[in-house]
């Protein structure tokens, strides 16, 4: 604990994180300030959301980064025009729900098998449910195009630095790790389903005026790579909202232009790309804001309702991630233990010879 306690406090240096986070930030700012001076503001949801694409393979290879992105654009976009299709329904928050908790499943085996990083399903869940959620009156095409031309954007920035290489050789930097194994995936994708559906659920029975980021912030814990590190994420996720909507609040006391309010969520999407390896929570500080204030420009809401409702949220979809990984690693954080102990022993008793042999 007390490990983890001072990890907490402890932030890397943001070297290599910088020219990243500024390509993520530039695919959000170049689709987002073309609608707005084209005067379609009720596409810019649409738009920021196919652009977070760019948060795929940040740190890879321009060919993989390539290859992963452009599978992750496609899921980005099938997501976006399945919520704007649901939403288009008026359907109820429970079939909301059922239909996230189902998708957040099969996208968690689709991220695996495709060896996607970020991994799971978080983005492609957000994308869907918030999509849902969002008041659009347009053509399904529109939103559907609005979301493929900032994915194409990605595409472009992403590999614009291969194209100053002398030779193109895209076998090169091809190779990747085989996937965990179909048994471990499929277990995986159940802890997702049960972390949605559950928080979703209880949500939406305290009628919660955005059950979805409940849903969300369910899935985001459960992504990290062992037992440990999801219940560590769940406290970062917790802690980083807190700090998020507090900013938001402050943001919101202005009255942004669409101009000035697509700049500013490309800078605050920019400095939590470069603190979301190096640190989660400070990360969650300036993103919090991005997924709050991207429906201003169509559905603007009362400060204090928006960091009421996701902060409430935030805290049940974490303390449920927290709870489903408890359930379901107990076998795994015991082997570790197990190992721990092993290792202590040995420790233990070569210190022991050690000592005989002084």
């Known amino acids: 604990m007390k490990q983890h306690t001072l990890e907490f406090f402890h932030v890397p240096p943001a070297r290599g994180h910088r020219i990243p986070a500024l ?6 700012a170049i689709p987002l300030v073309t609608l707005v001076l084209m005067g379609r503001t009720d596409l810019t949801s649409y738009a920021l959301l196919g652009a977070l694409t760019g948060v795929y393979g940040r740190t890879e290879r321009h060919w993989l980064r390539l290859k992963h992105q452009s599978f992750a654009g496609i899921i980005m976009c099938a997501s976006i ?22 998708l957040a499943g099969v996208l968690s085996l689709a991220a695996d098998f495709l060896r996607l990083r970020p991994a799971g399903p978080f983005f492609f869940l957000f ?25 194409a954007v990605v595409l472009l920035l992403g590999f614009a630095g291969r194209l100053r290489a002398r030779r193109f050789d895209p076998s090169r930097g091809l190779q990747e790790p085989a996937h965990r194994p179909w048994p471990r995936m499929f277990v995986h994708a159940g802890r997702y389903v049960a972390a949605v559906a559950l928080a979703g659920s209880l949500a939406s029975l305290a009628d919660l005026g955005h059950s979805y980021w409940a849903m969300v912030a369910a899935a985001a814990p459960i992504a ?23 900013l938001t609040a ?38 919090t804001p991005v997924a ?35 359930l379901t690693t107990r076998r795994q954080r015991r082997q570790g233990s197990e190992k721990a102990d092993a290792v202590h022993g040995r420790t233990g008793i070569f210190s022991g010879v050690l000592s005989s042999a002084q």
């Open 292 to 326: 709050l204030m991207m429906t201003e420009f169509v559905a603007p809401k009362p400060a204090a309702v928006l960091v009421a409702d996701r902060a409430v949220e935030t805290t049940l979809g974490a303390g449920i991630a927290f709870l489903v990984i408890l």
């Open 127 to 151: 994308a869907f449910t918030a999509s849902a959620a969002i008041p659009f009156h347009g053509q399904r095409w529109e939103a559907a195009a609005a979301a493929a031309g900032s994915v």
């Open 23 to 28: 390509r993520v930030a530039v695919g959000i």
């Open 81 to 102: 025009i399945g919520g704007v299709t649901v939403g288009a329904t008026g359907a109820v928050p429970w079939v909301l729900v059922a239909l996230g908790a189902g």
């Open 224 to 246: 990290a790579a062992d037992a440990t590190g999801g219940l560590i994420r769940a406290v970062h996720r917790t802690v980083g909202t807190y700090g998020g909507v507090l």
């Open 250 to 287: 402050g943001l919101l006391t202005i009255d942004w232009s669409p101009l000035q309010l697509a700049v500013l969520l490309a800078i605050l999407q920019f400095v939590g790309e470069v603190f979301v390896i190096r640190h989660y929570s400070i990360a969650l500080v300036w993103m």
